[in-house]
């Protein structure tokens, strides 16, 4: 892998002015921290669990190549953990509280890096084994993948240090509001991707990440929501920063636009598939921001192209979507 090029991310609220730590405040409060560590505690699951099996009881003959490709996108997306988590503690370093829920949310994102990268190191270990046709130096092997993939994850933090970060200029509810949607689309795909993948263990371990992150999502959602309950002037804002959604891995793996489609296919394989999703999707953004702020977002914003302003991908039109939505929900 090699260092993306730097790139702009954030095309329309780059006129806002660069906001004061002070100003980086938001509205959750120590109720909502101990209420969300309290589930963190009762349905927190067992990393060690999965650390546990040996790569040779994996059933790797039932994996496809592109759940390999799944594997490997995610765990790299995932590994930036230290740098969210950095960037969201600089941003949010006044407001003690929502840095006492990052510190737990950081917490349960390196759990789902670690798991996907052990996953992965003992698929490739398992793969390379049976090519080779014996077992005698399967620890070997393991230790050499492993350290390979720590090439991969370096890369990764690199290109996050040019590419990757949050304006400054957002208001706290653009960020809550951004991740809330980066959230509920990571949850979907874990989820709809365990459904179709074949394998055992990555069934499993994919539906728990799945719920661990629609636990982050709802969190979130009820913060934006208390952000515009509490000053709904800043809708306008909220809802240009949705136009310019993207997925972090778009700015951090290479190759990602290849790696996206490849990954919707195997999670999301038929129209049905992918027309569903998006009514999901829709109706998760209208009980944040309505009805007609959400078509706006999606006729008028880049979330099919990342975030970046890309004049080659199509908009999509209201008739479409208003279509759409009548034929899932009606």
Not at 275 to 282: C, D, G
Request: proline share 5%; charged share 25%.
């Amino acid at each position: 892998m090699s260092k993306l090029n730097k790139r702009e991310a954030f095309p329309f609220t780059r006129n806002q002015p660069l906001l004061s730590p002070s100003e980086h405040r938001t509205v959750p409060s120590q109720d909502d921290v101990i209420a969300f560590y309290r589930t963190h505690e009762r349905v927190g699951w067992s990393l060690s669990e999965f650390i546990d099996i040996p790569w040779s009881e994996l059933q790797v003959e039932k994996l496809t190549p592109a759940d390999v490709h799944v594997v490997e996108t995610t765990m790299l997306v995932e590994s930036n953990n230290p740098d969210y988590v950095a960037n969201l503690i600089e941003y949010f370093q006044a407001d003690q509280d929502v840095c006492d829920f990052i510190m737990m949310w950081g917490i349960e994102e390196w759990k789902h890096y670690y798991a996907l990268r052990n996953y992965l190191t003992k698929v490739r270990t398992a793969l390379t084994m049976k090519d080779l046709g014996s077992t005698a130096r399967g620890a070997e092997i393991e230790a050499s993948v492993h350290h390979a993939l720590a090439d991969d994850v370096e890369a990764v933090r690199e290109a996050s240090s040019e590419n990757w970060g949050l304006p400054m200029h957002y208001l706290p509810a653009q960020v809550v509001a951004n991740t809330t949607v980066q959230e509920f689309v990571t949850a979907e795909f874990y989820l709809n991707h365990a459904l179709h993948t074949q394998e055992p263990v990555l069934a499993k371990l994919e539906m728990l990440l799945a719920k661990d992150e629609t636990r982050h999502e709802m969190f979130y959602e009820h913060k934006t929501k208390d952000c515009l309950d509490a000053d709904p002037d800043i809708m306008p804002l909220v809802v240009e920063s949705l136009k310019e959604f993207g997925m972090p891995g778009a700015y951090l793996v290479d190759d990602y636009g290849e790696r996206r489609k490849a990954m919707e296919q195997a999670a999301f394989p038929t129209l049905a598939d992918k027309k569903a999703e998006f009514v999901r999707l829709f109706s998760k953004m209208t009980r944040i921001i309505g009805h007609d702020n959400t078509m706006q977002v999606f006729t008028e914003g880049n979330y099919l192209s990342d975030g970046v302003d890309d004049a080659s991908v199509k908009k999509m039109r209201p008739e479409m979507i208003t279509r759409l939505l009548t034929r899932r929900l009606g």
